[in-house]
């Protein structure tokens, strides 16, 4: 999760770089909306290995719409594993339809979560066409997701908003992540997801990572913020392993506010 929502937080400043310049005189015509849609898959759907049993918190796709000179830019993180081939393209493509806009200024970008469903129309295709293929995700559920998408992009450009600064900001996490090849004594060692249950690897350091999450905050004044309400109530890799309480939003929602200068 955090990774996707640094690469959503750097592509809203390289299109908002793209458009006019940041801070007080940004160009007041810009305009920018946000939307989320649940994409959790239902009960006995595939995951990244398993089947789906029971859901502790939905798996959501988070997004931002940007709007300048008639022209419309749609920025999109998914709580999903895997997103590829046809099926990346069609959620683009709905999403592009709903904006009003190209395919070409579309973005979505998965964090990976291995709770999450691995999707890929051309991959279901080459399945279908051998001897009892194994189970994959569900047609139905991709369809229904595209619609949801879709629906939420739409609901963000009717309500686009003014916007005439963006603040950003960033802090360093200390331990949370590493990197799955780690050098010791001249040698590669491997640590995957489950490293941190071996004691010997779990003391190693974390390797070339991107240690920094990032939140940004935009509007009229500045007076409304992304990345904090979705995408921080849940806050680690694999969800089961760490959770940030709903309680949280309040404090980041300050931290934003105090680091725009608005109290």
Not at 34 to 56: M, N, Q, R, S, W
Not at 117 to 127: A, S, W
Not at 199 to 217: M, S
Request: aromatic content about 6%.
């Amino acid at each position: 999760m955090i990774a996707a929502t640094r690469w959503l937080l750097i592509g809203m400043v390289l299109v908002l770089a793209a458009v006019g310049p940041l801070g007080a005189e940004l160009a007041p015509e810009l305009a920018v909306g946000t939307f989320h849609c649940d994409v959790t898959p239902p009960i006995g759907h595939l995951l990244y290995a398993h089947p789906l049993k029971t859901v502790e918190h939905p798996l959501l796709a988070k997004g931002v719409v940007l709007e300048q000179g008639g022209k419309r830019y749609v920025l999109c993180a998914m709580d999903w594993c895997v997103l590829s081939g046809g099926a990346h393209t069609l959620l683009r493509r709905k999403m592009a339809d709903a904006a009003g806009t190209d395919l070409a200024r579309t973005a979505i970008q998965c964090v990976h979560v291995h709770t999450g469903p691995i999707i890929d129309t051309d991959t279901k295709r080459l399945l279908a066409e051998i001897d009892d293929p194994p189970k994959y995700y569900d047609p139905a559920f991709l369809d229904k997701v595209a619609g949801s998408l879709a629906g939420a992009v739409g609901e963000a450009v009717a309500n686009l908003k003014p916007c005439d600064r963006i603040g950003i900001s960033q802090a360093k996490v200390d331990r949370v992540a590493s990197n799955r090849r780690i050098m010791v004594d001249g040698k590669v060692r491997w640590r995957g997801s489950s490293g941190g249950r071996n004691p010997a690897l779990a003391k190693l350091p974390e390797g070339t990572i991107d240690a920094f999450v990032a939140v940004a905050g935009y509007g009229d004044g500045c007076t409304s913020y992304i990345c904090t309400a979705q995408a921080f109530k849940e806050g680690s890799y694999e969800p089961r392993a760490s959770a940030v309480g709903p309680g949280s939003e309040k404090v980041l929602k300050a931290a934003i506010r105090r680091l725009l200068g608005m109290e």
